[in-house]
């Protein structure tokens, strides 16, 4: 089951990336035990890297030398006001899913790319809603143990783009979620899911390859004293009260700034979008000089939302 040499850049929203040395793909629970039971027997005492759908990660251009897990478990199941899903079911299904039932609970999500574990993984949140707001259950495998666990929501130390699974449970891999919902009207559900697609492709730079945002938001609190007059003006409260970052990046000059093909993007600044043939090293770049320049002008230590693969 496991293949040698495959090109990451094709499995990265970014198209950035050189080769995994190995590389799993699954679609059901039992082709990931298969394929760790192979790795297993390989010896290899290599990494394990999770990849969902690639929409939020940076992948080197010389790629890992390691395993790397191309989740792609799928699947939709209703029981009343819930449904449980494959953890590799992308979110765009699961509300295509919602608005089809009538079931009212996801519309903040209209857009977000990526699979529901990568969404449970970083508690991904947009207009003031969060994944762990419906998230009821999460299952998930011990990529050592291959022990299977179910954790209740409130198990799941979810924080701002935060879950126990990038904590103490960073080796085990979501394989599907319970989600709860609640009954509502399809038309209305249709229309609130749409505007959030709308306001997506309007001011987001959706025509270049991109990762969404690569910085948190900056909490209120962290804003050092002499600048809360400038900054405070900026505040919004999603899912708390933040400054955000694309204000501050736009503040620093940074918008339109290049590094090869890499760009901080002239529509929102907190998206480095891909011109063309960006390198791995060109986007780090951008961030390096993004944070020393925040850094600089108003005393802030940016961090990142996106992810790493080197
Ligand atoms: C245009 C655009 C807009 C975006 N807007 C938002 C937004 O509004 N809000 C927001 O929060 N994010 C946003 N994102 C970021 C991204 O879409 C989310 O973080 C998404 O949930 C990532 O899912 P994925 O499947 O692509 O994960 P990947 O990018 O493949 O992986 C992300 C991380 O999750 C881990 N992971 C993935 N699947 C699993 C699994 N099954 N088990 C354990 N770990 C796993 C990976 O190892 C990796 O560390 C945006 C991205 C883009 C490109």
């Excluded at 029981?79 to 608005?99: F, H, Q, R």
């Excluded at 089809?100 to 969404?119: F, I, M, Q, V, Y």
């Excluded at 969404?212 to 007059?229: D, H, Q, Y």
Aim: proline share 4%; hydrophobic share 35%.
């Amino acid at each position: 089951m496991i293949q040698n040499g495959v090109p990451l850049k094709d499995y990265s929203n970014y198209k950035i990336g050189g080769p995994a040395s190995y590389f799993l793909e699954i679609q059901s629970k039992e082709d990931l035990i298969n394929g760790l039971n192979e790795w297993k027997k390989m010896n290899l005492q290599k990494p394990i890297f999770i990849l969902g759908k690639g929409t939020n990660i940076l992948i080197s251009d010389k790629g890992f030398d390691g395993l790397v897990i191309h989740n792609a478990i799928k699947g939709i199941e209703k029981n009343n006001n819930e449904i449980t899903a494959g953890a590799g079911e992308p979110v765009s299904e699961i509300i295509s899913y919602c608005i089809d039932n009538s079931l009212s609970g996801l519309e903040w999500a209209g857009g977000l790319p990526g699979t529901l574990g990568g969404a449970v993984r970083g508690n991904a949140g947009a207009f003031k809603g969060e994944t762990k707001d419906i998230v009821l259950k999460v299952v998930s495998i011990n990529l050592n143990t291959l022990e299977e666990k179910t954790r209740e929501n409130g198990e799941c130390a979810f924080d701002y783009r935060y879950s126990v699974f990038k904590g103490e449970a960073s080796d085990e891999i979501i394989v599907s979620s319970v989600l709860g919902l609640k009954p509502g009207d399809k038309e209305t559900i249709n229309k609130l899911t749409n505007e959030k697609i709308n306001y997506r492709n309007e001011k987001h730079p959706m025509e270049y390859p991109n990762i969404g945002s690569t910085f948190k938001n900056i909490r209120k609190e962290l804003v050092p004293e002499e600048f809360k007059n400038e900054l405070m003006q900026y505040a919004k409260d999603d899912p708390f009260p933040i400054i955000p970052v694309a204000k501050v990046l736009y503040l620093c000059n940074l918008k339109g700034v290049r590094e090869g093909d890499a760009q901080i993007s002239l529509k929102h600044p907190n998206f480095i979008v891909n011109l063309g043939s960006a390198k791995y090293e060109d986007v780090k770049k951008l961030i390096a000089l993004a944070k020393v320049t925040v850094k600089e002008k108003y005393g802030i230590d940016l961090e990142e939302e996106i992810m790493y693969l080197e």
